[in-house]
């Protein structure tokens, strides 16, 4: 199948393409010029979602069956900071894009990759959360992928277009950036090990359950919905396993020969924290069999090595 992604060369992005390939799609990979060349092999075009001529450009150019959109701006400080870019960029710019479908490929599926956060406060907290769980988006992040999901599915609906919009739950691996709590452990004992900076891990509500799925486990989950004909609507992708921080970061210290301790710093606890955030991915699991195989704590250690490798740790 041909497959358009777009926000190729991010974090989910490059894991996306890598199992896409190995699958044996014909990918192309929507990237930005400033970021990084994706697997070798894998036809590219150049992509700004920001731009109208780019995405018809791309969309023309690779003909697609099947898109997966990953683009996106997806820091909610930084949706705070600038939330007049972050709809733009998760809004309108999904917008732009099934505007382009409909005129140049309407047959083309769009999995249209929205975020857990649209959840927000609702009322499911503490139980698995379903896909028809109230929304009640806290922040600007949260706001623009649950207009993007509502616009894109409203507009599939009145034009007869193809449109899945995923909700994921909290998903981490090797490549993720800083900001993302997975990410921020590893990078800080990497740097510890090295050294680099004390050996004092300051962190905030440690009590916090969350759900957390390996990102290869992930992009299983949306090669999924376009190799099977699940139908056009909303699906969460998830563990169902609430995992406490603290054990999660214990965890991690465990891997390591360093002596690390762990301070509580009041200023990293949120005005209004969930005590346990987890989703229910059942209806996924019936509509394409999907459920996440890769083992937990290996995963934590490839994230931890994949900082380590970035810190010249031997």
């Keep these: 199948m041909r497959v358009l992604v777009t926000g190729a060369g991010g974090f989910v992005g490059r894991h996306l393409v890598d199992h896409l390939a190995m699958r044996g799609h014909d990918v192309v990979a929507g990237t930005r010029g400033s970021e990084a060349r994706v697997r070798p092999g894998i036809r590219s075009v150049s992509l700004d979602m920001l731009s109208a001529e780019d995405i018809r450009k791309a969309v023309s150019l690779s003909k697609p069956e099947a898109i997966i959109h990953l683009a996106a701006q997806s820091n909610v400080a930084d949706s705070w900071r600038d939330p007049l870019h972050t709809m733009r960029l998760n809004t309108i710019a999904s917008i732009q894009l099934l505007d382009t479908i409909r005129e140049l490929c309407p047959g083309t599926k769009l999995i249209s990759i929205g975020s857990s956060e649209e959840y927000g406060a609702t009322p499911q907290c503490g139980e ?3 896909e028809t769980a109230p929304c009640l988006p806290q922040n600007p992040y949260a706001v623009s ?3 993007a999901g509502q ?4 507009m599939a609906r009145r034009d007869g277009l193809n449109v899945v919009h995923v909700r994921p739950f909290n998903h981490f691996g090797p490549g993720q950036s800083l900001g993302f709590v997975i990410a921020d452990f590893a990078s800080q004992i990497a740097r510890i090990e090295q050294e680099e900076t004390a050996p004092i891990i300051r962190v905030g509500n440690l009590a916090a359950k969350r759900d957390f799925t390996d ?4 992009v299983r989950a949306y090669a999924s919905l376009i190799e099977c004909e699940a139908e056009p609507g909303i699906f969460n992708a998830s563990s169902m396993s609430p995992r406490e921080v603290g054990g999660i970061l214990h965890t991690l210290i465990g891997f ?3 002596p690390i301790s762990i301070e509580v710093d009041n200023g990293k606890f949120r005005p209004i924290d969930v ?6 991915s059942d209806k996924l699991r019936q509509a394409v069999g999907w459920s996440p ?3 937990f704590e290996q995963s934590l250690l490839e994230t931890l090595d994949w900082w380590r490798e970035r810190t010249g740790y031997s």
Aim: charge should be positive.
């Design 151 to 154: 616009l894109l599915l409203q």
């Design 293 to 295: 195989q890769l083992n």
């Design 275 to 280: 005590p346990v955030y987890v989703g229910s």
């Design 128 to 130: 698995p959360i379903t």
């Design 145 to 147: 992928k649950f207009s």
């Design 215 to 218: 990102v290869r486990d992930v």
């Design 256 to 258: 390591s020969q360093a």
